[in-house]
């Protein structure tokens, strides 16, 4: 490796400046990536609580010789660029120079690190910044980076430190994306003597996925291989049954560094079309390789946002390549853009009304989308209404169902489902449609409200559950409001967690499956300050993940009960989120659509 040397003036200045140290995480993220640019094949992560008290970073690298030790702890030395124009064709994780002294000047900081030729190594000691100690050391090859107390001289910025949970959460995450950048380095991550993650590295994408995610979930992962036009991408989607509430699990590498990129999001999702469930997201780890001319690094402070000379090509590129890999593992997705435009050119215009009373059109109810027997797969987008689907505020409460004095003494019979997502069912002289999912929920909502605490209900098998580090880390950050809502999640085993009790009363398919999708919601929910507030809106989450899903088959008996405690609710009209629930046909609807005149 190049010796370190100081960027001059006019280069710093050209380099995205911002501040890189502003939790643990970022400290972890930093000095790994110098271990990877030092070439390191294995690379040990160790924290104490949550990296606050203490993180340590070992790796088997190049090391650095007495002089290069000190010099790296300079603002703006680098081995890494030395002109402008480096900063073109950057193949490193770093190159501002920035990261050590940044992290040494917040910090008490042990750096101890030796190349293969030297027969001994340095320790350097530095404080707040102040270089205290520097003397030859016994250690093996490599670098050894201690980071104690940080921001121990920064009060206000160690005030904003999260909890030992969610910062540990945020290194776990960290690491993970590293050890998914490089499955060709072996990592090892612990936390207060706890292994959380360890890859082999040997190489395989996949062994690191199994590593974080379990191997039965690995095994849901479709893989993708794609070239064209000097752009290539290799990785992991996942199937249709492995999906997630958010984002969070999509990981994109451009050149082995970890991005965030709406672009690639917005590619992953529109090839995946029909595939995807309206609510849900893909899983993914997939790596970029463009020339790296292509790619400017140089726009963020952290570089997790990287820009790229032709992003509209790369998208389009993505779209196919994640298509014919959905292709060759059997699932065929069906653009949802271009089903739209069908729906609109065609001239059936069904005039149905929305919750007795409101006068919005509907388009088709049921649209024509391919559901498979299996009932995976292929989900739809909602139907929409073709004018204004807005509900005021004031208004939602306020729609009840009403029936006509003819219909008011029937109950409700249900006759079938439409499209894996709609129930269809009479009461007196009209048809309701109604949204499978949504009645669910405003359902359970209700069942939660009416309890002041819902009782627990324990499975007849407790299920064995495998959670990521940041719903491991919404478990223990949350655990009071989990067992509030009454679930019992408890640790099985360094990585398994097991699923124990859930809350009674509500009707779960998968409750392993709501669970998993309540902790992603929570781990990015900024819970409100009212007491009050908190709990409706831990309510609306759990009536959410737990209702039945668009996509689940019904039996008769099943729709008939969410039918009837539908219609029994206080508003059975709108869901939680203020969307219609039910449409409704009259026969007077059906008259004018037959153009009989209306009696
Ligand atoms: P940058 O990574 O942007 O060059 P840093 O402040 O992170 O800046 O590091 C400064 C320099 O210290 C690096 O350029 C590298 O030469 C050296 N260095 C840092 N960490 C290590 C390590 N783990 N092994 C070998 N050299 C290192
Ligand atoms: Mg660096």
Redesign the pocket.
Same mark, same amino acid.
């Not at 690298?61 to 650095?64: D, H, K, L």
């Not at 030395?77 to 890494?80: C, E, F, I, L, P």
């Not at 490193?92 to 940044?102: D, Q």
């Given at each position: 490796?190049p010796r370190?040397h100081k960027l001059s003036e006019a280069l710093a200045d050209r380099i995205a400046a911002g501040e890189v140290v502003d939790r643990p995480a970022s400290v972890v993220k930093?000095?790994v990536?110098? =271990?990877l *640019? !030092?070439g390191?094949a294995r690379i040990e992560v160790e924290l104490r609580e949550g990296g606050r008290k203490l993180i340590v /970073?070992v *790796?088997n690298?190049?090391?650095?010789e007495r002089e *290069?030790a000190l010099?790296?702890?300079e603002r703006f !030395? #680098? =081995?890494?660029i030395s002109d402008a124009d480096d900063l073109h064709h950057i193949e490193?994780? +770093?190159?501002? +120079?920035?990261?050590?002294? =940044?992290i040494a000047a917040v910090s008490r900081l042990r750096l101890l690190?030796r190349p293969p030729e030297a027969d001994e190594g340095t320790l350097v000691v530095v404080e707040g910044g102040e270089v205290k100690q520097v003397e030859p050391v016994g250690c093996s090859v490599? #670098?050894r /980076?201690e980071v104690a107390d940080l921001f121990y001289n920064t009060p206000a910025r160690r005030k904003f430190l999260s909890s030992v949970n969610t910062e540990r959460g945020h290194c776990h995450e960290g690491v993970l994306r590293l050890a998914l950048a490089r499955p060709d380095v072996a990592f090892k991550l612990s936390h207060d003597g706890a292994v959380l993650l360890a890859t082999t590295g040997k190489g395989d994408l996949l062994s690191v996925l199994a590593a974080a995610y379990g191997s039965a979930t690995a095994r849901q992962f479709v893989p993708v291989h794609f070239e064209a036009e000097g752009f290539s991408v290799e990785g992991y989607i996942s199937g249709p049954r492995l999906m997630r509430a958010t984002r969070q699990h999509q990981f994109f590498f451009v050149n082995t560094r970890f991005v965030r990129s709406r672009s690639l999001s917005h590619a992953l999702t529109q090839a995946y079309g029909n595939l995807l469930p309206v609510t849900r997201q893909p899983v993914c780890a997939l790596h970029l390789r463009l020339s790296p001319e292509d790619v400017d690094p140089n726009v963020h402070p952290t570089k997790i946002e990287v820009r790229l000379a032709s992003e509209g090509l790369v998208h389009d590129l993505m779209v196919r390549a994640v298509r014919r890999a959905l292709e060759a593992a059997g699932l065929r997705a069906q653009p949802v853009e271009s089903m739209r435009e069908d729906r609109e050119q065609e001239p059936l215009e069904a005039a149905g009304r929305y919750s007795l009373g409101s006068r919005l059109r509907v388009s088709p109810v049921a649209d024509k989308l391919d559901v498979r027997d299996d009932g995976i797969g292929v989900y739809a987008h909602p139907t929409r209404f073709s004018e204004p689907r807005e509900v005021r505020p004031q208004e939602r409460e306020s729609l009840r169902l009403t029936p006509s004095d003819e219909s008011r003494s029937d109950t409700p019979t249900a006759l079938a489902q439409v499209g894996l997502r709609y129930i269809v069912a009479m009461i007196g002289k009209e048809l309701l449609f109604i949204d499978q999912h949504r009645a669910a929920e405003r359902v359970l909502l209700e069942k939660l409200r009416a309890v002041e605490r819902p009782a627990k209900q324990f499975l007849t098998l407790p299920q064995t559950l495998e959670l990521t580090p940041s719903q491991a880390a919404a478990v223990a950050e949350h655990s009071e409001l989990l067992a509030d809502m009454g679930f019992d999640v408890e640790r099985f085993g360094p990585r398994g967690w097991l699923l124990r009790a859930v809350p009674a009363g509500l009707e779960y398919g998968a409750p392993e499956q709501a669970l998993v999708e309540l902790l992603d919601e929570l781990a990015e929910w900024q819970a409100p300050a009212s007491q009050e507030a908190r709990a409706e809106q831990a309510r609306a989450m759990v009536a959410c993940h737990a209702a039945i899903k668009a996509g689940q088959r019904l039996s008769k008996e099943q729709m008939q009960r969410l039918v009837e405690d539908l219609l029994a609710t206080s508003s059975p009209a709108v869901c939680p989120h203020g969307d219609p629930i039910i449409l409704t046909l009259s026969d007077e609807d059906l008259d004018r659509r037959f153009e009989r005149p209306v009696r």
């Open positions: 490796m370190i930093e000095l990536e110098n =271990s *640019d !030092a390191a /970073v *790796d690298g190049v090391g650095m *290069d010099l790296a702890l !030395a #680098t =081995s890494k490193t994780m +770093g190159f501002r +120079g920035e990261a050590l002294p =940044s690190t490599g #670098t /980076v």
